[in-house]
């Protein structure tokens, strides 16, 4: 291909005709759009994602779960209140009032809550215990007749308003002031809320009342439910939606539902049986959530029930006790043994747009490129489609109706006029550029800059000018296009003859100083004047550098492609290479920055981040539908749009935006050294990932920061006596980074302050005379190690030897002898026959036995020098190996080996062979495992081999000598060798050797 995608995992399919074009363009318009907040009807066949409060931080008895307006949640345990902000719990305690078991809601204002309870109204001034034991209360209200002012609506500006015995009250820390007359009517009011145009509205008993500002007026014509009706429970939901439900919903009595303009009776539920209502919350869409034992949920839309089948898991007799939706629109359920649970009702953060959701000729993406109107134009392996937001809503398979077929767009770019360019990286399908200014559609092939070279990459670089970066025609690598710019001087190529490396060009990039680099086949180049100047630099990527993305804080990235692993970064001056040595699990294909600065890049392995150039694999942390990605572009607004192969359009969007918060930090300097304990604990944003799954890092007196494993506790070593400041930073797994407010402060005393110098000298002494004995103990143990792993190696190498001999010896007696035994008396036998029948049996019984006996012979020939090993090299003598070790064993065998056995020294190839033998020895000796993987790489100048089972862990008795051996043998051969076998399924060997070496 044109433009080097690499080898590809997804089959592409060819070009439709034109007429299968435009019944896309019908199909895209009957289909339904693709949302990234679609209704919860949406949701129920999908796995909500359930997420646990710690239990170590959750309190216990928990009696109901409400809303609080900053996003969290509040609850109440006798006497207590309960806050939840999303990361920790605040208790409210011992409050004095009767009814303070059960709130219904609660207004943060500053330090206060105003609090609304069965019984009355209370304002806390102040949240910390005193000594009494019980917070500063005020009760602003109480019951009067029995009618408690629990039902409160916050209005639009802000006022908090109850009805409290036929008076809409105005409560604020300060007090309780009556503002207006409830509705003429004796039935009290059952519910207030405000409608979509802010007007206050209340239900009564038998109405729906709306005040306009004067006077109260009917809704409902007087009547909102039927007379004996029995409402136990009035729930308010958006869109000026009232639902009116009974204690128990069965089929004579399932509710009623006013929808603004008219009272409808709800259907029964699917089963039909009588279940009492736990509890009822409605979404601001105006879905009707319900609790019913046991442990149901249901949602009513769209005049239907449906059942939400992923319900936390819950115990035996466990049921749903209460249900809320946050401000935020999370969704938070309490269980009966008071567990607390928030779920997304998001769809999730990967939104596809492609073949499974109705769209099938957008399928292979090759370029994405913003419209700057908030849509995109997607560039495909088989035409150019036009993405508004919502849903495809053009597509062209045809420049028009005398223009070529777009077909394999690999460069597509928006110009400052609002025209979209495009070409092809496949000189097959066309050559040259194509404009489209959303009527014309304009083949540009005349100029002699472009002819009939493919185009790889288009760019707007801001510059005034766009920039076609150009491949070669037919292949030929030696007749490569170069880099040609367009702006209001016409065109300009720039080929070798100007500076390029080489003409097969990538990609080009402009830093923020204004700086022009070009990828190309031989490397980086920079533009100084009219000529590129190739980057010398023996740090500079070398070799073929497939994409460059300049980001905001003027780094230069420089990926590979799919080809080779690892990415480079120019900053300040300098190249900083980035390996797999270095975390890198992967090559880049395509780099973006989001409206954070946060880097990303995309391969045929998933999509990552970048974050102090430690890379996360956001295809495994945030279950991604798909791995295998090539064009990336921000949607300026936080997430991602990607091209995925087989698959189309990708929207990748966090839904988790806030950073973990470090909690509780404190420093302890150690009363014996000077060490410094650290101890913290963290919380995610309704633990959306869990604490001991945060990434955390710590900061010394400013230095850089240095990544932890800890959780909860950190020892800092060797610190110099002084004052020192200590800073804690927490990721989540979507990268979300926070750091602490204000760093903490700690002094490490001297030690030895308060010694005198007689005292020091005499601990130098002996601590010097300490590290001598020790250190010539230490030496005296590892010699005598070393003497009994030689031996015991020099032992192993001896018994296998012998057992070898051994079992030649039996082989030849017990199996070749018998067979000649047995020629030689069948052709005695046949000697002494007369009889010619029977004397032709004996010859081909001695026939048979003789082709047994050389059988067998070859084959202890070939266990002593393998016949495949001479024959057809050391590749296929290990994949002999394996298959015979998978028909013996029974385990499955992955193999991937790369080698060109020529020119490999005859020593190299017979040491390795046996290092692969001996290890499959060791592991069919110790139990044999389910699986076994032999990867070989030859990378010049080292041959690398990865040998994994999992199998028992390795032990005294099956592994040491058998790790000796080979680690003798890789000695031999001045190589490197690294054994893992701590934990059972955890065998792991890998060795590097020279793939010179001769001997």
């Known amino acids: 291909m044109g433009h080097d995608r690499g080898t590809r995992r997804r089959r592409i399919r060819r070009a439709p005709t034109a007429w299968v074009g435009l019944a896309l363009l019908a199909a895209l318009t009957l289909s339904r759009p693709v949302t990234g907040q679609d209704a919860l009807e949406d949701l129920l066949g999908q796995s909500w994602r359930w997420r646990a409060i710690p239990a170590d931080k959750s309190p216990t008895l928990l009696r109901e779960v409400r809303p609080s307006r900053d996003g969290g949640v509040i609850s109440s345990q006798e006497r207590a209140v309960l806050a939840y902000d999303g990361w920790s719990w605040t208790i409210i305690p011992a409050l004095d009032v009767p009814g303070f078991a059960h709130v219904t809601a609660a207004y943060p204002r500053g330090d206060e809550w105003i609090i609304f309870h069965e019984a009355g109204v209370v304002v806390l001034t102040d949240h910390a215990t005193p000594p009494s034991g019980r917070a500063d209360a005020r009760v602003l209200a109480g019951a009067r007749d029995g009618r408690p002012p629990s039902i409160s609506v916050e209005m639009p500006d802000g006022r908090i308003l109850s009805w409290v015995d036929g008076d809409i009250v105005e409560f604020t820390t300060l007090g309780g002031r009556p503002v207006l007359r409830g509705p003429e009517t004796e039935a009290p009011i059952r519910a207030l809320y405000r409608s979509t145009a802010g007007r206050l509205r209340a239900v009564t008993e ?593 018994a296998t030897h012998e057992e070898e001999r051994q079992f030649i010896s039996e082989e030849l007696h017990d199996e070749v002898g018998q067979l000649l035994t047995a020629v030689s008396l069948d052709l005695q036998l046949a000697e002494r026959l007369d009889d010619a029948p029977r004397r032709g049996e004996a010859l081909r019984r001695a026939l048979t036995s003789s082709r047994e006996a050389l059988e067998r012979t070859r084959e202890l020939s070939s266990r002593l020098r393998p016949r495949l090993l001479d024959e057809l090299g050391l590749d296929q003598a290990l994949r002999e190996s394996l298959s015979e070790f998978e028909r013996r064993t029974g385990a499955v065998v992955e193999t991937d080996i790369e080698l060109a056995d020529e020119g490999l020294p005859e020593r190299l190839r017979g040491q390795l062979y046996r290092i692969v033998q001996e290890s499959l020895q060791r592991i069919a000796r110790a139990d044999a495992p389910s699986r076994v993987t032999l990867r070989v790489r030859q990378r010049d100048p080292f041959i690398e081999m990865h040998l994994e089972d999992d199998g028992p862990a390795w032990s005294a008795e099956d592994g040491r000598y058998a790790a000796e051996i080979v680690r003798q043998r890789v000695r031999m051969l001045e190589g490197r060798l690294t054994f893992e076998g701590g934990q059972v399924g955890q065998n792991r060997l890998f060795l590097s050797v020279p793939n010179g070496i001769e001997r």
């Not at 089963?271 to 209502?277: E, H, S």
């Not at 003027?554 to 190249?575: E, H, I, K, P």
């Open 206 to 798: 038998g109405a729906l009342w709306e005040h306009d500002g004067e006077r109260w007026q009917h809704l409902d014509e007087g009547r909102l439910w039927p007379p004996g009706t029995s409402i136990a429970r009035v729930v308010i939901g958006g869109r000026n939606r009232v639902f009116l439900l009974p204690a128990t919903i069965d089929e004579a009595r399932p509710g009623w539902f006013w929808d603004d303009d008219q009272l409808m009776r709800l259907p029964p539920l699917d089963d039909g049986r009588a279940r009492y209502v736990h509890d009822a919350v409605a979404s601001v869409d105006g879905e009707l959530v319900i609790a019913t034992r046991p442990g149901w949920l249901s949602v009513f839309r769209d005049g239907a029930w449906r059942h939400v089948d992923a319900v936390p898991p819950m115990g035996s007799g466990e049921f749903v006790r209460s249900i809320c939706f946050t401000s935020e629109q999370r969704f938070v359920l309490l269980t009966a043994s008071s567990r607390l649970y928030a779920a997304d009702l998001s769809t999730g953060r990967w939104q596809p747009h492609g073949p499974d959701q109705g769209y099938k000729d957008v399928s292979n993406v090759s370029a994405i490129e913003p419209d700057g109107e908030g849509g995109l134009w997607v560039g495909l392996h088989e035409g150019l489609a036009h993405w508004d937001g919502h849903t495809f809503d053009r597509y062209f398979n045809q420049a028009g109706d005398d223009g070529p077929m777009l077909q394999a767009l690999t460069g597509v770019a928006v110009d400052a006029r609002g025209h979209i360019w495009m070409g092809s990286g496949n000189s097959q399908t066309f050559h040259g550029a194509v404009e489209f200014d959303g009527e014309t559609w304009t083949h540009h092939t005349a100029p002699a800059q472009i002819g009939s070279f493919p185009i790889h990459a288009i760019r707007n670089l801001d510059d005034g000018g766009l920039w076609f970066t150009l491949l070669s025609p037919g292949g030929d690598l030696h007749e490569s296009g170069g880099i040609v710019r367009l702006d209001d001087k016409g065109w300009r190529r720039f080929t070798e003859a100007d500076g390029l490396p080489h003409g097969r060009c990538y990609d080009v990039a402009r830093t923020p100083d204004g700086v022009l680099w070009a990828a190309t086949l031989l490397g980086l180049a920079r533009l100084e004047g009219e000529r590129w100047k190739p980057i010398t630099d023996p740090m500079a990527p070398q070799g073929r550098v497939f994409a460059l993305f300049a980001a905001s804080d003027g780094t230069l990235w420089a990926g590979r492609g799919l080809m080779d692993v690892g990415v480079s970064a120019w900053r300040n001056g300098t190249w900083k290479h980035l390996r797999p040595m270095d975390g890198l699990p992967a090559a880049a294909a395509a780099f973006t920055e989001d409206a954070e600065g946060r880097i990303f890049f995309a391969s045929d392995t998933g999509l990552y981040r970048v974050h102090e150039d430690v890379f996360e694999d956001l295809t495994r942390l945030t279950e991604a539908p798909y791995s295998t990605f090539w064009p990336l572009r921000s949607d300026g607004a936080g997430g991602l749009w990607l091209g995925s192969r087989g698959d189309g359009l990708v929207h990748y969007a966090p839904d988790d935006r806030r950073a973990p918060k470090i909690l509780a930090p404190r420093l302890t300097p150690h009363s014996e050294d000077t060490s410094v304990i650290v101890r913290w604990n963290a919380s995610d944003y309704w633990a959306e990932t869990p604490a001991e799954k945060l990434r955390y890092a710590i900061k010394v007196d400013g230095d850089e920061w240095s990544a932890i494993t800890d959780f909860g506790q950190h020892t800092l070593r060797g610190m110099q006596p002084g004052h020192h400041s200590v800073s804690l930073s927490a990721t989540d797994a979507v990268g979300n980074t926070g750091v602490m407010p204000a760093p903490l402060e700690t002094t490490v005393p001297d030690p030895f302050a308060r010694q005198n110098a007689l005292k020091l000298s005499g601990l130098f002494v002996v601590m010097a005379l300490a590290v001598l004995a020790a250190t010539w103990l230490l030496r005296q143990r590892e010699r005598r190690r070393e003497m009994q792993r030689l031996e015991a190696v020099t032992s192993e190498f001896v």
